[in-house]
């Protein structure tokens, strides 16, 4: 408002805000800026990405790489004629008492529950995790996992408050759906807290109440008795207690986050619903130049830095390489190269997530097996398994990790 520009150039991913966001609050001050144009720029090609852009007021979609001469032509023909101080970095973490990092599957299922014979082992909710580190409840989406999850918690907790904290990769209705039947969230004794970035039409909150709306469900989240708070996260670092969780956006449709989260026991990185770049690039296309390979490579490598080392990598590998090349541009990726990615990033276990709803135990099982068969043939020592509900993971404390420095 101060300068009054004529072209606002801004990216579809950013840490304190996003394309979607950018474009709504221009826009709601057209009467003072009236020529202003907005361009969006994205790594995203996904139509619904472009739509919501140009729905939310942008004048163009620019997916990357962008030819420089192009973005001077562009800006040509149109010449032709706050802050948010909430710390998100808390910075060294105190010295704390090393204590177990356990982690929990409840949900691992993608798109759609479906429960049944053939998915009994594996399971059939959708995208739940349980984190308990450093004397937090951390729970990694709200898919239908999250109800046996609760059951489990007032079970332990019988009268006694809890405090628990729940990240929201994304809104899209299987990483949410469970919220509901979330049995803790209807105890007046305990603290909700849910974070999440803001989605591409509506805020975290409106999207999470609308599914509780009276023709959907008979109780609203404003009448469910626990104290419920939730913030849209502007910063991509932030704490919960002693923990430090880290963001990045990842190649989706709409806004998605992974998130790593540092223990005093070793880290964890849940990486659901992601599309790894340089293949999507290329069977897209059939072919790819440099500029094109060279984008698609960078933004993987960026992948692979935020999970380098982590000690447990949760990454999406829906599809198999046959199957995947029928479902370009969904957002999900094949399991070679979530297994390569994970190689290349070192990380120490991987556990294949967000299984196809028409996946039985079999077939996940034989993924599995051609994972293992892969990893041999690159002479990793890396561990693979596939997610599967009800299983327990232990980090044990790492002392000497507390006083070493970075």
């Not at 989240?221 to 990842?250: C, H, Y």
């Not at 619903?273 to 390979?293: A, C, K, P, Y």
Request: with cysteine.
């Amino acid at each position: 408002m101060e300068h009054r520009p004529d072209v606002v150039l801004c990216d579809l991913l950013m840490p304190r805000c996003n394309g979607f966001q950018v474009c709504r609050s221009l826009r709601a001050q057209k009467e003072h800026l009236p020529k202003l144009k907005i361009f969006v720029t994205t790594g995203s090609s996904y139509s619904t990405d472009r739509l919501n852009a140009l729905e939310s007021g942008a004048d163009d979609y620019l997916v990357k790489p962008i030819m420089p001469t192009e973005l001077v032509a562009l800006l040509n023909r149109v010449a032709g004629n706050g802050s948010d101080n909430e710390s998100a970095n808390a910075g060294p973490l105190p010295e704390i008492s090393p204590a177990p990092t356990r982690l929990k599957f409840w949900g691992v299922r993608g798109s759609i529950p479906t429960p049944g014979a053939q998915t009994v082992f594996y399971g059939g909710n959708t995208s739940c995790v349980e984190v308990r580190a450093d004397r937090e409840i951390i729970i990694l989406d709200s898919g239908s996992g999250i109800r046996p999850l609760g059951l489990a918690l007032n079970e332990e907790f019988r009268e006694k408050p809890m405090a628990v904290t729940l990240l929201i990769s994304h809104t899209h209705w299987d990483h949410i759906q469970g919220f509901p039947f979330f049995g803790p969230a209807y105890n007046p004794k305990n603290q909700i807290r849910i974070l999440g970035f803001e989605g591409a039409r509506k805020g975290l909150e409106n999207i999470l109440s609308s599914q509780m709306e009276s023709s959907y469900f008979p109780v609203s989240m404003a009448e469910m008795p626990g104290n419920i708070s939730i913030r849209e996260l502007k910063d991509t670092t932030f704490s919960v207690g002693q923990v430090r969780v880290q963001a990045t956006f990842l190649n989706h449709p709409g806004i998605c986050s992974g998130f790593r989260i540092f223990t005093s026991a070793g880290s964890i990185c849940y990486m659901t619903d992601i599309e790894l770049f340089q293949r999507m690039r290329l069977v897209q296309s059939g072919q790819i130049s440099n500029q094109e390979e060279n984008f698609a490579r960078i933004q993987d490598e960026r992948f692979a830095l935020f999970a380098e080392g982590a000690d447990v990598l949760i990454l999406d590998a829906q599809y198999d390489a046959a199957e995947y090349k029928s479902h370009i541009g969904w957002g999900h990726s094949c399991i070679d190269d979530s297994v390569a990615f994970a190689i290349d990033a070192k990380v120490k276990r991987l556990y294949l997530f967000h299984h196809d709803p028409d996946h039985d135990d079999e077939k996940i099982s034989r993924m599995v097996a051609n994972a293992r068969e892969q990893v041999a043939a690159r002479n990793s020592d890396l561990i693979v398994e596939a997610a599967r509900e009800g299983l327990e993971v232990v980090l044990e404390p790492k002392p000497a990790a507390l006083h070493s420095k970075s």
